[in-house]
């Protein structure tokens, strides 16, 4: 066969393939149903480096669904894949499919090794950044909290996923700036997230149990599916958030802004109000507030959140609310 495959190192984060002579497609899905087993087995993220300087060429056919094919077979701790290639006809089709499938961050075609090693090196540098400011981020330490959200803002890893899922229970995360970041599915429970900027934020399915949320800014965040038990959510505003199906038991809202909020089939049960809670209708809760008129669908004065027209200011937001290159607000 005239494809093989081995680990590069002893800790099996580098896959090296190497594609001589003459080979045909059956070679070719053998040996990624073979290479997907082996990364699938991996405990790390790993880097495919394709060597095939020394091939003859693709078989004869269009190579596209093959391509597809071993593309949609990539376990999800694939890093990268870096091709390496001279021939035009080679490099020309990767490069087509690589676009069709969207696929331009996870394959790189350079012309030789040493090109592929300069890749891998700022790859392996990068991913070792990012492992340490998530380290320094849930370490529970909150100075270093707050400089690895910077750090990780920088680079983008705030929203490219990097954070969904992560484990920051019992953090200190206080007044930081976590605007547009996506925390899906995260761990927060007693998390101290006094005074956070969460604006825009993605929290769906996020558990935030007994989470300390008072004055923080929770407008147009996504909330959908969290569990938001006995958190204290006093004076926090929450302007056009999603609260759908989210689980507010027990949940204070004393002084919370809730207008525009989506409450659609939430459990509301032993939650907290007063008179300084502004509901999403707009108006002040009261002892009368019939709270299903927002939680319940089927009821018959059921009310819905508007959409805000792009020229809207939503209440209680300063008119001129901006924000600058670090994503902070000008106030």
């Not at 494809?3 to 003459?22: P, R, V």
């Not at 087993?37 to 880097?47: A, D, G, T």
């Not at 689980?247 to 909020?261: M, Q, R, W, Y």
Request: glycine residues 4%; aromatic residues 10%.
């Amino acid at each position: 066969m005239s494809i093989t495959y081995n680990w590069a190192d002893e800790s099996k984060t580098i896959l090296h393939s190497y594609f001589e002579g003459q080979w045909d497609w059956n070679n070719f899905h053998n040996a990624v149903i073979s290479a997907c087993q082996m990364i699938s087995r991996s405990r790390h993220n790993v880097y495919v480096v394709i060597d095939a300087l020394n091939c003859n060429g693709m078989p004869q056919s269009t190579p596209f669904p093959h391509f597809k094919q071993a593309i949609g077979q990539l376990p999800k701790n694939t890093n990268i894949v870096i091709i390496i290639t001279r021939k035009k006809f080679v490099k020309m089709s990767v490069a087509i499919a690589i676009k069709f499938f969207q696929m331009e961050d996870l394959f790189y075609i350079v012309p030789s090794i040493k090109e592929a090693r300069t890749i891998l090196t700022e790859h392996t540098a990068k991913e070792s950044l990012k492992h340490h400011l998530l380290h320094e981020l849930t370490s529970g330490d909150h100075d270093k909290a707050i400089n690895a959200i910077e750090h990780l803002r920088f680079h983008e890893w705030l929203m490219d996923g990097t954070l969904w899922g992560l484990d920051l229970v019992d953090a200190d995360l206080r007044d930081a700036n976590l605007f547009l970041a996506d925390l899906g599915g995260a761990s927060l429970e007693q998390a101290d997230l006094t005074r956070v900027n969460f604006y825009m934020a993605n929290l769906e399915d996020a558990v935030l149990w007994r989470a300390r949320m008072s004055q923080a800014s929770l407008v147009e965040v996504n909330l959908y599916n969290s569990n938001l038990r006995e958190a204290d959510l006093r004076h926090a505003d929450l302007t056009a958030s999603n609260l759908q199906r989210a689980n507010l038991k027990d949940t204070n809202f004393e002084g919370a802004n809730l207008h525009n909020a989506k409450l659609y089939e939430t459990n509301l049960h032993l939650a907290y109000f007063d008179r300084h809670t502004t509901m999403p209708d707009g108006h002040h809760w009261t002892p009368q507030t019939d709270l299903k008129v927002f939680t319940d669908p089927g009821h018959q004065r059921f009310w819905y959140a508007n959409q805000q027209r792009e020229d809207e200011t939503i209440v209680s937001r300063p008119k001129d609310w901006k924000f600058d290159a670090d994503g902070n607000i000008i106030t």
